[in-house]
């Protein structure tokens, strides 16, 4: 499974990026997929998580209520809409995907992931 995200970029503070994953390969669109970022310094953390399906999910406490994941099966893509961005925010963002069709937390539990893309948030 191939992950390639785009979208990321610099933006001020209490603006709004929508960063893009799209998969390819065998089963690819069976896998829960999931956003983490990880900022200079800083351990890998999870963002966001969706279902298989797109009926589940669940979001860190740090961005609930400003992100919305969403998967689109047809076109094996999952989007990270952010809103309200916060410097706090400024990070790489990965997009993962793991075997099971339910999402997880861990990065450890992530089978595949992209290159990453920068997200900056000026103040």
């Known amino acids: 499974v191939q992950l390639v995200e785009s979208g990321g970029g610099l933006v001020q503070a209490g603006g709004s990026l929508r960063l893009s994953c799209a998969a390819s390969g065998r089963n690819a669109g069976t896998y829960a997929m999931a956003w983490f970022r990880q900022a200079p310094g800083k351990e890998r953390e999870f963002v966001a998580g969706i279902s298989w399906r797109g009926v589940m999910t669940f979001y860190a406490d740090s961005v609930k209520g400003r992100s919305t994941i969403s998967k689109d099966n047809g076109k094996n893509t999952v989007d990270l809409q952010m809103n309200s961005l916060k410097p706090e925010d400024t990070a790489v963002y990965y997009c993962?995907?793991?075997?099971?069709?339910?999402?997880?937390?861990?990065?450890?539990?992530?089978?595949?992931w992209g290159q990453g893309t920068q997200v900056t948030v000026s103040s």
């Open positions: 993962a995907s793991r075997t099971s069709g339910y999402p997880a937390s861990r990065s450890g539990d992530y089978d595949y």
